[in-house]
Structure formats: structure tokens, C-alpha cells
T-cell receptor, first 117, second 115 residues
């Protein structure tokens, strides 16, 4: 069984360009999370998708950041007009829907390292 | 608001020595608590988690952690360090009031194991 995969593994871009980061969750996992890991801010939550429910976007740092999840599976995180402070590792995680009395485990992908020059 | 504090950004131990990584949490309601490990250039791997029930939780690779409500702590221990334990360790909390179950992470502790 494949785990969470992310692409690209590394992305170098110039300031002001748009970038798209992709996440393929574990098959059957209905919940999907994006986190960001940076030197200055540590690990921080960005956005959460659960089935057809409205996503929790409370962690997105600015309106330059957006994400979508098509068909309840693959997710794309888009950063518009990238800035140097966007340089970080972007991690995706997926989990099953919480069952009665059970807290599902989030499984993480290897991340995409974004460098904005 | 929930938060997690990890004391010590770096911990160095000798191979075979006790590993103790400290984590304190702040939460207005009983939390769910986690320890994750990150090896270089890899994602996060769950070591163990506390949800309810027994306060001493055993995880993978010989690690365990004890939930102490009175001390608001969830320290991670391993009796004998191996070289392969060198990695970064993150303590995290999920609040039971959060329907998103998003993880709130501590700043991480890098474990160095000396031969």
C-alpha cells in the first residue's frame, strides 16, 4: 500500500511567480491536511479538507495561498506571487474519517521543499 | 488556545543512555497528545499517541510517554538510545473541541546520539 505522495519533491522559483504543489493521499482517506515547516515558524497548520464539507482554511497565512481537492482525492496547494518568506517545506497528511471513540492517525508525505529566490 | 512547549531544541545523549525529551501542553480541555519523529529529508512518522485511558503510552522503536495531567506534561522516554534514534522529535496536541483535528506542534527537539 502506497503512502502519501507529494510532488515535486523540490521546487525552486523566482519571487513573484505562482507555484502549485500536489498531494496524493492514501487511498480511502477522506481527510487531508496541509502543513508548512519553516525555520522561523516551525510546523504550522494551513488547511483541512474532509469529504464534501467546507474546508477549514483558518491556517492560510494570506490570500495568496489557496488549495483545492478534486474528487475527494488529490489536492493542490497554490501559492500566487511567491515571496521569499514562503520558502519552506510543505507537508501533506491524510487520515481516515474519525470513527466512534477512535482518533484517526494522520499519515504524512515526504514534503515539497519550496525555495523562493 | 492550545499550545505545546518543548524544552530544549537540542538534546545529546550517549548510545545506550536514557533518552528524555520534554513536552508541556496548554489546553483548556483534556487534549489528545502525540509524538512524531522526523528523519532527515523525510515526512513525519507517528511514534505514539494519547487519547484516553492508560496514561503510560507505548510506541514504536521502544519509546514511551506518560500523560501527567497535574503537570500538563507528556514527556517522551526511551531506556537505551540507539544511533538510529538520531532525528527530530515533535510533540503535538489536538483539542477535542476542534472538529478539524488539526495538529498543533511544538518547536521540535533534535536528538543527537553520540557513539
Amino acid at each position: 500500500g502506497a503512502g502519501v505522495s507529494q510532488s515535486p519533491s523540490n521546487k525552486v522559483t523566482e519571487k513573484g511567480k505562482d507555484v502549485e504543489l500536489r498531494c496524493d493521499p492514501i487511498s480511502g482517506h477522506t481527510a487531508l491536511y496541509w502543513y508548512r515547516q519553516s525555520l522561523g515558524q516551525g510546523l504550522e497548520f494551513l488547511i483541512y479538507f474532509q469529504g464534501n464539507s467546507a474546508p477549514d482554511k483558518s491556517g492560510l497565512p494570506s490570500d495568496r495561498f489557496s488549495a483545492e481537492r478534486t474528487g475527494g482525492s488529490v489536492s493542490t496547494l497554490t501559492i500566487q506571487r511567491t515571496q521569499q518568506e514562503d520558502s519552506a517545506v510543505y507537508l501533506c497528511a491524510s487520515s481516515l474519517l474519525r470513527g466512534a471513540g477512535e482518533l484517526p492517525t494522520q499519515y504524512f508525505g515526504p514534503g515539497t521543499r519550496l525555495t523562493v529566490l | 488556545a492550545q499550545s505545546v512547549t518543548q524544552l530544549g531544541s537540542h538534546v545529546s545523549v550517549s548510545e545506550g543512555a536514557l533518552v528524555l525529551l520534554r513536552c508541556n501542553y496548554s489546553s483548556s480541555v483534556p487534549p489528545y497528545l502525540f509524538w512524531y519523529v522526523q528523519y532527515p529529508n523525510q515526512g513525519l512518522q507517528l511514534l505514539l499517541k494519547y487519547t484516553t485511558g492508560a496514561t503510560l503510552v507505548k510506541g514504536i522503536n521502544g519509546f514511551e510517554a506518560e500523560f501527567k495531567k497535574s503537570e500538563t506534561s507528556f514527556h517522551l522516554t526511551k531506556p537505551s538510545a540507539h544511533m538510529s534514534d538520531a532525528a527530530e522529535y515533535f510533540c503535538a496536541v489536538i483539542t477535542r473541541m476542534d472538529s478539524s483535528y488539526k495538529l498543533i506542534f511544538g518547536s521540535g527537539t533534535r536528538l543527537l546520539v553520540r557513539p
